[in-house]
């Protein structure tokens, strides 16, 4: 989905969990030169780590094993676990943060040289042929010769998703506080009415900001909440029952209900499916 339009919207702020490190990104690799068509690197990340609002010269692929990776880009919350990448187009504004333990992959694409259909961030498939490319690329011994073959193969089986799972934050200061409040404990089920006492805005005030900031109801964009929050603790091992526990499901089916709506799989074999690729 995409959000509505909003000359305001910026990243927001996500809490920050303990012992995050924090990493500076750079415009463009060390290594990168006047001539570069893509550039691939691969990271291991002991801790969880977080990256603040940054932007490169150049288009960005990133994905990873083991875990997941979290962006917040230009009012949107994207996050994308094994199996998936993300492409950030160059100069466009956006944060991040990966799970501990993981397996972080980048790939760097000239602008200038580089002819794709993606203006804006969009989730890839990342297919085992793309994902072997791109890791023989960064290979720094590939002859020029080589090195071209496998970039016009890269081009050829890169591809959007037909899951683009993305969570719009609103950029509205009448229910902004509602947002932050349950993107830093998804489990907080207080009802719209509730959350209206609370705060001292209508619930049907609420539900309009929702609709027009969002395109979503705010039951359903909670429920986006607790599925994106769903990811990164299935990618950190936690079972389908402790899941549901953490993000305040009544019961586990409840929650598998809701993961399959949204995901078209059921936790477990998401988990399975991704754990595979």
């Given amino acids: 989905m995409t959000c509505p339009p909003s000359p305001t919207i910026g990243l927001g702020a996500w809490p920050r969990e303990p012992d995050t490190a924090l990493a500076i990104a750079t415009e463009l690799p060390s290594n990168a030169t006047s001539s570069f068509v893509i550039l691939s690197e691969v990271h291991a990340i002991e801790v969880s780590t ?35 990448g ?12 990966l799970t501990a333990q993981i397996k972080l992959f980048s790939a760097f694409f000239a602008p200038e040289r580089t002819s794709t259909p993606f203006k804006a961030p969009t989730v890839i498939n990342m297919e085992p042929l793309l994902e072997s490319l791109l890791i023989h690329l960064s290979a720094r011994d590939l002859s020029p010769e080589a090195r071209a073959r496998a970039e016009a193969v ?3 089986v890169l591809k959007p998703s037909a899951q683009q799972l993305a969570l719009c934050r609103p950029d509205d200061p009448r229910i902004s506080d509602i947002a932050d409040r349950l993107l830093a404990d998804p489990a907080d089920n207080r ?11 209508s619930a049907r005030t609420i539900t309009r900001a929702y609709r027009e900031a969002t395109g979503l109801s705010f039951a359903q964009w909670r429920q986006s909440v607790k599925i994106h929050r769903s990811l990164e603790l299935l990618a950190n091992g936690e079972g389908v029952q402790d899941v549901s526990d953490l993000l305040g499901y009544a019961q586990p089916s409840t929650f598998i209900d809701a993961f399959r709506r949204t995901m078209g799989s059921t ?9 595979n690729k």
């Fill in 154 to 156: 890269v081009f050829d």
């Fill in 50 to 84: 977080e990256w603040e609002p940054h932007s490169h010269l150049a288009h960005e692929l990133l994905w990873a094993h083991d875990g997941t990776l979290t962006a917040q880009i230009e009012g949107q919350i994207f996050t994308v676990s094994e199996g998936y």
């Fill in 267 to 275: 936790p477990g074999a998401f988990t399975s499916t991704t754990t």
């Fill in 191 to 201: 009802s719209l009415e509730q959350w209206a006492a609370d705060t001292g805005i």
């Fill in 86 to 97: 993300l492409w950030i187009p160059a100069r466009m504004l956006h944060g991040g943060r």
